[in-house]
């Protein structure tokens, strides 16, 4: 009998569209969206190798990672992102899973672990997103001290959460800051719940579990 | 409550860090010629110290780095943190950056 792999959310079914507390002719002021069908590949170098693992990530995403410290960057394969010194994330969607060529071009410079299947990617958008990350975190979240291109890994609720800019009011003029949240698989729900929580206050939009950029 | 600068992410609130104990115990340096009183020494005897010290912190929720901070145990006051490659004293009086 053959084997059906069939990707599973742990949200079960929790983010469906819908709006909370959005008056009547009003507009939300952030949007939440579960991405799927992410692959994250991470990839921590072996002492010495940094470099070399930077040029292969250039390599397969087509971009070089930024190697300072809590930085992102957009490659045209995905999001190439600092999870810690000589380690980086590579998120990329469905089906351009990189993990196997990552791997054969790293298998003497470093450890490449997937990580798509323990985490869970909430997409925050909109004007009043840093507000919602305000309530759950003591990072400051200033525009001046937060932009595109920044990302952190911090407790969000005390749920640990890497939480990556993607777009700031500059670079998305109109749409907002977009956030894309990370959190592990066993805390998803809890996650899930806290961020619905803290952006009801501000009328929200829950999106269409999916990819691409969700604007309210 | 207070704010641990970690080498790689800037200040961090405490709550994003877990404590590691006492940063002053040295391996001892040759581990094959130590005796049993050595070891006990290095795992189990630590002072309790009312003033400056020298602990292991690891950025928990963050980095997920381990760092050593200075910290004076009777007032809070934080001082340097470093890598765990580099010294740290409980004596060092290059002032407080944290």
Not at chain 1, 98 to 120: C, F, M, N
Not at chain 2, 84 to 90: A, C, F, I, R, W
Request: with cysteine.
């Amino acid at each position: 009998m053959a084997e059906i792999t069939q990707r599973r959310s742990p949200l079960g079914g929790r983010a469906e569209a819908r709006d909370i507390n959005i008056p009547d002719g009003g507009t939300p002021g952030v949007a939440l969206q579960h991405r799927t069908g992410l692959c994250i590949t991470q990839a921590a170098a072996y002492p010495g190798c940094d470099a070399a693992l930077r040029a292969s990530l250039a390599e397969i995403a087509g971009s070089e990672p930024d190697a300072r410290p809590n930085r992102s960057v957009a490659a045209p394969a995905g999001r190439l992102i600092w999870t810690g010194p000589a380690q980086y994330w590579l998120v990329t969607e469905d089906p351009q899973n990189p993990a196997s060529d990552l791997a054969e071009a790293t298998a003497e410079t470093a450890a490449i672990t997937e990580q798509g299947h323990g985490r869970v990617c909430l997409r925050l958008s909109g004007r009043d997103a840093r507000l919602v990350l305000a309530k759950g975190s003591t990072i400051d979240f200033h525009p001046s001290h937060f932009a595109a291109g920044d990302c952190a890994q911090t407790g969000l609720l005390s749920v640990s959460c890497l939480i990556d800019c993607i777009a700031d009011e500059d670079s998305a003029p109109g749409v907002g800051p977009v956030f894309d949240l990370y959190s592990a698989r066993s805390t998803a729900e809890h996650f899930l719940e806290w961020a619905i929580e803290a952006a009801a206050p501000h009328g929200c939009r829950i999106l269409t579990p999916g990819s691409g950029i969700a604007a309210p | 409550m207070f704010i641990i600068k970690c080498p790689y992410c800037g200040e961090r609130d405490v709550t994003e860090f877990s404590y590691g104990g006492d940063a002053t115990r040295a391996y001892p340096q040759d581990p094959a010629q130590a005796t049993p009183e050595d070891w006990h020494a290095y795992v189990y005897e630590r002072d309790n110290p009312r003033g400056w010290h020298v602990e292991w912190w690891q950025h928990s929720q963050g980095c997920r780095q381990w760092l050593k901070l200075r910290r004076n145990t009777l007032t809070h006051e934080l001082g340097r943190t470093a890598l765990p490659h580099e010294p740290l004293s409980p004596d060092d009086d290059e002032g407080s950056d944290a």
